[in-house]
């Protein structure tokens, strides 16, 4: 019982210090900003640690932190291997192709009028599609290996990359459309100079939402079949042996790898989008 | 002006048509093609067996080969190429008779059909697809109030905005299926199973869309109309009541149509490991028994669904906004 009250204690003075922060005259320095987060992070970890000792929840239920840190630091080797196999391999050369291809299908559709007023809506239609349910098909075509879910990656990623590309291309106005024209500029540099950087804000927000995706359909495909390794599979087996710990490891490894690979796109877009509205910030 | 309007919607709607069929057309053209190669070993497997003479002769010289080649090789023998029984690419009819077969078919004349035993059967898609659709409407209602219900919060609150609003976002890099198989075997050994572990996770999908949404709507309102209330003495509660809630409907309907396609995948995730019942239940069966048309017709059934949905909730977007005349 003293655990719980532990925990309620440590709640109050975690939410207190953020009270404080976010309402202080240091709320808007770039220090607060990352604190609050992290105390009410760190405070949540700290109550989940409390709580799940305190009123001896079992192991295969909610194990406490202590437990997922010791078993990830315990199985480093066989997570960098699943992390190689479905991130690296699955996920990321999905991700490659995918966006890719709708990069160069967006390049295409917007050259023909008709092709975009024909595949626009089909686009849209198929960004809200359940896509993940053709994971079963293409596992039965490409085989349990890493290409199978690169293929549902791929299908994944796709369309919400066609449609933002695609809608990107469109925003410029006629007035600049003009001005290059003035400028005598070709097809091709008015795509280099004008177009391509003005979809820019478009094209990282489809590779911003694909990053989840890929790695939703690398872990989701592997659930329809894989090799003895990956991180899908090393969920679906530890789940059968009550090893939550594991499960709980593999987990952390996808949300690292999810918020790394967001983040990395997020930290490209700053640098090449530093002229959008967006990303100029301002008081 | 209003009488002239649906003529210029059906004008639009006409003109959008001819390129959309076009693509179709197309695409289901390519899929009657795609289905030669993908099928040819299966096909020229058969043809061999009826003692039609096959290129080349051995089996294992044709599994070595490429497709095409095969193709190119064998033109004569390929008529079965659409109408096989367990198909690795089933053509674009075997897929809607399979529909048609487990749906209509299955229902009117089946044994456990609602015609004969007065319930769905359990064994046709409408069954399976009720039991998804129950799974994603609870999520999505779930997902959606505490959506809103953080957003209030966001909105109002510097702390929870500068606290809990960084997790959001993180929590949605997370690939949250990867918490499905044990949410489910969590919830499970706790006594709580059936419907609430899915729609826990379709919440979980759907709730983002919606916070996100709801904050920039209720942030909308610009600081003239911000001043007009304070002008008024407006306290904060008639702020959100008259101001803020009115000037989010546009953005909130925006995320919803997100959040009621995210959160029918998660119920269709969500059905994975556990097989009772449910499209995603259906697929994995379909999977392991190697029926392809079963699903692919559950695939369907999923985009269908999906359609569907979205266009329910665009509906109720436009009727909304042309109640609260903020229509365009």
Same mark, same amino acid.
């Given at each position: 019982?003293?655990?719980?009250?532990?925990?309620?204690?440590?709640?109050?003075?975690?939410?207190?210090?953020?009270?404080?922060?976010?309402?202080?005259?240091?709320?808007?320095?770039?220090?607060?900003?990352?604190?609050?987060?992290?105390?009410?992070?760190?405070?949540?970890?700290?109550?989940?640690?409390?709580?799940?000792?305190?009123?001896?929840?079992?192991?295969?239920?909610?194990?406490?932190?202590?437990?997922?840190?010791?078993?990830?630091?315990?199985?480093?080797?066989?997570?960098?291997?699943?992390?190689?196999?479905?991130?690296?391999?699955?996920?990321?050369?999905?991700? &490659?192709?995918?966006?890719?291809?709708?990069?160069?299908?967006?390049?295409?559709?917007?050259?023909?009028?008709?092709?975009?007023?024909?595949?626009?809506?089909?686009?849209?239609?198929?960004?809200?599609?359940?896509?993940?349910?053709?994971?079963?098909? &293409?596992?039965?075509?490409?085989?349990?290996?890493?290409?199978?879910?690169?293929?549902?990656?791929? &299908?994944?990623?796709?369309?919400?990359?066609?449609?933002?590309?695609?809608?990107?291309?469109?925003?410029?106005?006629?007035?600049?459309?003009?001005?290059?024209?003035?400028?005598?500029?070709?097809?091709?540099?008015? &795509?280099?100079?004008?177009?391509?950087?003005?979809?820019?804000?478009?094209?990282?927000?489809?590779?911003?939402?694909?990053?989840?995706?890929?790695?939703?359909?690398?872990?989701?495909?592997?659930?329809?079949?894989?090799?003895?390794?990956?991180?899908?599979?090393?969920?679906?087996?530890?789940?059968?042996?009550?090893?939550?710990?594991?499960?709980?490891?593999?987990?952390?490894?996808?949300?690292?790898?999810?918020?790394?690979?967001?983040?990395?796109?997020?930290?490209?877009?700053?640098?090449?989008?530093?002229?959008?509205?967006?990303?100029?910030?301002?008081? | 002006?209003?009488?002239?309007?649906?003529?210029?919607?059906?004008?639009?709607?006409?003109?959008?048509?001819?390129?959309?069929?076009?693509?179709?057309?197309?695409?289901?053209?390519?899929?009657?093609?795609?289905?030669?190669?993908?099928?040819?070993?299966?096909?020229?497997?058969?043809?061999?067996?009826?003692?039609?003479?096959?290129?080349?002769?051995?089996?294992?010289?044709?599994?070595?080969?490429?497709?095409?080649?095969?193709?190119?090789?064998?033109?004569?023998?390929?008529?079965?190429?659409?109408?096989?029984?367990?198909?690795?690419?089933?053509?674009?009819?075997?897929?809607?008779?399979?529909?048609?077969?487990?749906?209509?078919?299955?229902?009117?004349?089946?044994?456990?059909?609602?015609?004969?035993?007065?319930?769905?059967?359990?064994?046709?898609?409408?069954?399976?697809?009720?039991?998804?659709?129950?799974?994603?409407?609870?999520?999505?209602?779930?997902?959606?109030?505490?959506?809103?219900?953080?957003?209030?919060?966001?909105?109002?609150?510097?702390?929870?905005?500068?606290?809990?609003?960084?997790?959001?976002?993180?929590?949605?890099?997370?690939?949250?299926?990867?918490?499905?198989?044990?949410?489910?075997?969590?919830?499970?050994?706790?006594?709580?199973?059936?419907?609430?572990?899915?729609?826990?996770?379709?919440?979980?999908?759907?709730?983002? +869309?919606?916070?996100?949404?709801?904050?920039?709507?209720?942030?909308?309102?610009? +600081?003239?109309?911000?001043?007009?209330?304070?002008?008024?003495?407006?306290?904060?509660?008639?702020?959100?009541?008259?101001?803020?809630?009115?000037?989010?409907?546009?953005?909130?309907?925006?995320?919803?149509?997100?959040?009621?396609?995210?959160?029918?995948?998660?119920?269709?995730?969500?059905?994975?490991?556990?097989?009772?019942?449910?499209?995603?239940?259906?697929?994995?069966?379909?999977?392991?028994?190697?029926?392809?048309?079963?699903?692919?017709?559950?695939?369907?059934?999923?985009?269908?669904?999906?359609?569907?949905?979205?266009?329910?909730?665009?509906?109720?977007?436009?009727?909304?906004?042309?109640?609260?005349?903020?229509?365009?």
């Amino acid at each position: 019982m003293t655990h719980a009250a532990f925990a309620l204690l440590l709640w109050i003075a975690g939410w207190a210090l953020n009270v404080r922060l976010a309402n202080g005259p240091a709320s808007n320095t770039q220090a607060a900003r990352l604190a609050v987060p992290l105390i009410f992070g760190a405070t949540v970890l700290g109550m989940w640690e409390l709580l799940v000792r305190g009123l001896g929840v079992p192991a295969v239920i909610l194990p406490p932190p202590s437990q997922i840190a010791e078993t990830f630091t315990a199985n480093t080797a066989l997570l960098w291997r699943d992390f190689v196999q479905t991130i690296l391999k699955g996920a990321l050369s999905g991700y &490659l192709i995918g966006c890719g291809a709708a990069f160069l299908t967006a390049l295409l559709v917007d050259r023909y009028d008709y092709l975009r007023r024909g595949l626009l809506p089909l686009g849209n239609f198929m960004a809200a599609l359940p896509i993940v349910g053709t994971a079963p098909i &293409l596992v039965m075509w490409f085989g349990f290996g890493w290409q199978s879910k690169a293929a549902v990656v791929v &299908l994944m990623v796709f369309f919400p990359m066609l449609v933002n590309t695609v809608a990107g291309l469109q925003d410029t106005s006629s007035m600049q459309r003009d001005l290059m024209r003035t400028y005598a500029a070709s097809t091709g540099q008015t &795509l280099m100079k004008l177009r391509l950087p003005s979809a820019l804000p478009f094209v990282f927000n489809g590779l911003k939402i694909s990053t989840t995706l890929a790695l939703i359909g690398a872990i989701v495909a592997e659930f329809f079949g894989s090799p003895t390794l990956g991180l899908g599979f090393r969920i679906s087996t530890s789940i059968g042996q009550l090893d939550l710990g594991m499960v709980w490891s593999a987990i952390v490894v996808a949300a690292l790898a999810g918020t790394a690979s967001y983040g990395l796109v997020a930290l490209l877009e700053k640098r090449l989008t530093f002229w959008h509205a967006s990303q100029r910030g301002g008081p | 002006m209003s009488a002239e309007r649906p003529r210029r919607g059906a004008g639009a709607v006409l003109r959008r048509i001819p390129p959309v069929l076009a693509m179709v057309l197309g695409l289901i053209g390519l899929w009657y093609l795609a289905v030669i190669p993908m099928n040819v070993q299966e096909v020229l497997t058969r043809a061999e067996r009826a003692g039609v003479e096959v290129s080349p002769p051995s089996a294992v010289e044709r599994r070595d080969m490429g497709n095409w080649a095969l193709v190119v090789r064998n033109p004569g023998t390929l008529g079965e190429s659409w109408s096989l029984d367990r198909p690795r690419l089933p053509a674009p009819h075997q897929v809607l008779t399979e529909l048609y077969e487990s749906t209509v078919d299955e229902e009117l004349n089946g044994r456990r059909g609602i015609v004969r035993s007065g319930s769905l059967s359990n064994r046709g898609l409408v069954y399976h697809a009720m039991v998804t659709l129950n799974a994603t409407f609870v999520g999505f209602l779930i997902g959606t109030g505490l959506g809103i219900l953080l957003a209030v919060g966001i909105v109002h609150s510097r702390v929870m905005d500068m606290s809990v609003m960084p997790w959001a976002i993180v929590s949605q890099t997370i690939p949250i299926v990867a918490l499905a198989p044990m949410i489910i075997v969590v919830l499970y050994s706790i006594g709580i199973q059936g419907l609430l572990p899915k729609a826990v996770i379709s919440a979980y999908l759907s709730f983002f +869309p919606v916070v996100v949404g709801m904050v920039k709507g209720l942030r909308a309102p610009g +600081p003239m109309q911000m001043d007009l209330m304070r002008t008024y003495s407006a306290p904060k509660g008639t702020v959100f009541w008259k101001l803020r809630l009115p000037s989010s409907v546009p953005y909130l309907f925006a995320s919803l149509k997100i959040a009621i396609a995210a959160s029918l995948v998660g119920a269709i995730v969500g059905e994975l490991p556990v097989q009772q019942g449910g499209l995603g239940a259906r697929m994995l069966a379909g999977s392991y028994y190697g029926q392809t048309a079963q699903i692919w017709a559950a695939l369907l059934m999923a985009a269908a669904l999906a359609a569907v949905l979205v266009w329910a909730i665009g509906r109720i977007e436009a009727r909304t906004l042309r109640r609260m005349g903020m229509a365009q």
